[in-house]
């Protein structure tokens, strides 16, 4: 579905729901230049992201993990949210919008003023020494030198979910939780196919929420998980349904 029509339906699905959850991937954030790994642009391109962002290699050759962490937060440090995360945003300030579960690792959610976002695959705000535990912000390194060492010259390793790596048991938990007791959720900008993330709509679709999708392309879900897509970009779509909302709200 594309146009008017499905904009109006999925700000009224929104606004008869109770409990809203926003399931977001790399696709958000390709509106503020962050690319994703696959389709156009995407790093894959440049990089095999399962060999570099491979734990195996961050600790066996880190110097060469950096040279793709090197390349995405670089893009990632200067990236503002964009029209999408904004509406997010404003969809919890009209109390529709119960939490985000986000595959992403940009920390653009919480710059666009979301409360309650759980990051599935960490947050690269901050680095870690996995030899003594010191933390940093990104934000005090300029990336021009890598890889970025701790006091003690280790290699430091993002806060993120590397290939390999298991999600945070917490962060595991309670997006599973959110899953289940949804009755609506939006599933924005991923292509849903990377697991344990990918089962999250179909937990909610079993648990008999009603499921919406925001992609320019159909995906592996599409139809079959997802009730229905609305096709085209996320900072595009998401503001007009969110204004709708807010109209329909207005009105009751
Ligand atoms: P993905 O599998 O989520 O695929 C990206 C999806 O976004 C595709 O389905 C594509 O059609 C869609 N898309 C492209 N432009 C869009 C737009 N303007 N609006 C809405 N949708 C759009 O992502 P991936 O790139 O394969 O990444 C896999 C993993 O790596 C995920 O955990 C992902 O979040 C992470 N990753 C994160 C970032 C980030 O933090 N911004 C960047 C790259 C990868
Ligand atoms: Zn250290």
Redesign the pocket.
């Known amino acids: 579905m594309t146009g008017e029509e499905a904009i109006k339906r999925a700000a009224r699905d929104i606004a008869k729901a109770k409990r809203v959850v926003a399931f977001t991937?790399?696709?958000?954030?390709?509106?503020s230049e962050?690319?994703?790994?696959?389709?156009k642009g995407?790093?894959w391109e440049r990089y095999n992201?399962e060999e570099y962002a491979h734990i195996s290699t961050f600790r066996n050759n880190p110097e060469k993990s950096w040279q793709m962490l090197a390349d995405?937060l670089t893009h990632?440090k200067k990236a503002k949210p964009n029209p999408?995360h904004r509406a997010l945003a404003e969809l919890e300030k009209l109390r529709k919008l119960r939490c985000i579960i986000t595959?992403?690792?940009?920390n653009l959610h919480q710059k666009a003023g979301n409360t309650s976002v759980i990051d599935f695959?960490g947050n690269t705000r901050w680095l870690t020494c996995l030899e003594c535990g010191r933390k940093y912000k990104l934000d005090d390194f300029s990336l021009e030198e890598i890889p970025p060492r701790c006091e003690c010259r280790a290699v430091l390793k993002p806060d993120a979910v590397f290939f390999g790596e298991p999600i945070p048991m917490d962060a595991l938990r309670r997006s599973q939780e959110e899953a289940s007791k949804c009755d609506l959720m939006l599933v924005?900008?991923?292509?849903?196919?990377?697991q344990p993330?990918a089962s999250l709509p179909i937990i909610a679709k079993r648990a008999g929420a009603t499921v919406i999708e925001?992609?320019?392309?159909p995906?592996p879900i599409t139809g079959i998980v997802s009730d229905y897509l609305i096709e085209g970009?996320?900072?595009e779509v998401l503001p007009r349904i969110v204004e709708a909302v807010g109209k329909i709200g207005i009105r009751k």
């Open positions: 991937g790399a696709g958000i954030s390709v509106e962050i690319a994703p790994f696959r389709g995407g790093l992201p995405m990632i999408a595959q992403n690792v940009d695959h924005i900008g991923t292509s849903a196919v990377i993330a925001i992609n320019p392309e995906t970009k996320a900072g």
